[in-house]
């Protein structure tokens, strides 16, 4: 007699019976359910208040260009040295103060470049910035 064979009425189910574990994924699936909408999901934190009073309004930079012959154009308007240092020291007084830009022709001496930011200097002129033109990508060294 061969064992294991289907003959054998003696021999045991080595099943796991799958009912329970069935019952009890569900019993736990509904405890789920039921308390996940009870955890609160936010933090609780003290938001700052918002007022809508409005701001002070920022004043329009001042562009100042330098030709390549040592010209000085103020917003795109050319300008004489004299009236120049006059309308540095009336943005300089302005409140909140402009900023001022400077373009320079890379042709243009680096004296008249630096004579424009002296005369913002001694008027006040605390932000000054230089425009340049990025450098195109090149097929590398």
Same mark, same amino acid.
């Given at each position: 007699m061969?064992?294991?064979?289907q003959?054998?009425?003696?021999?045991?189910?080595?099943?796991?019976?799958m009912?329970?574990?069935?019952?009890?994924m569900?019993?736990l699936?509904?405890i789920f359910?039921i308390?996940?909408?009870?955890?609160k999901?936010?933090?609780?934190i003290?938001?700052p208040?918002?007022?809508n009073?409005?701001?002070?309004?920022?004043?329009?930079n001042? *562009?100042?260009?330098v030709g390549a012959?040592?010209v000085?154009f103020?917003?795109e !308007?050319? +300008?004489?040295d004299?009236d @120049?240092?006059?309308?540095?020291?009336?943005?300089?007084?302005?409140?909140?103060?402009?900023?001022?830009?400077?373009?320079?022709?890379?042709a243009v *001496?680096?004296e008249r470049v630096?004579?424009?930011?002296?005369?913002?200097?001694? !008027?006040? +002129?605390?932000?000054?910035? @230089?425009i340049?033109?990025?450098v195109?990508?090149?097929?590398g060294?």
């Amino acid at each position: 007699m061969a064992i294991g064979t289907q003959d054998d009425s003696d021999q045991m189910l080595a099943e796991i019976n799958m009912i329970p574990f069935i019952d009890v994924m569900l019993v736990l699936l509904i405890i789920f359910i039921i308390t996940v909408p009870v955890i609160k999901h936010a933090v609780n934190i003290d938001l700052p208040r918002a007022s809508n009073e409005k701001l002070l309004d920022k004043p329009d930079n001042i *562009r100042l260009s330098v030709g390549a012959d040592g010209v000085y154009f103020w917003n795109e !308007a050319r +300008v004489e040295d004299a009236d @120049f240092e006059r309308r540095m020291s009336v943005a300089a007084a302005q409140n909140p103060q402009p900023e001022l830009h400077i373009r320079g022709d890379k042709a243009v *001496r680096y004296e008249r470049v630096a004579l424009a930011m002296a005369v913002a200097q001694r !008027a006040g +002129v605390r932000k000054i910035g @230089f425009i340049t033109e990025p450098v195109a990508p090149g097929p590398g060294p």
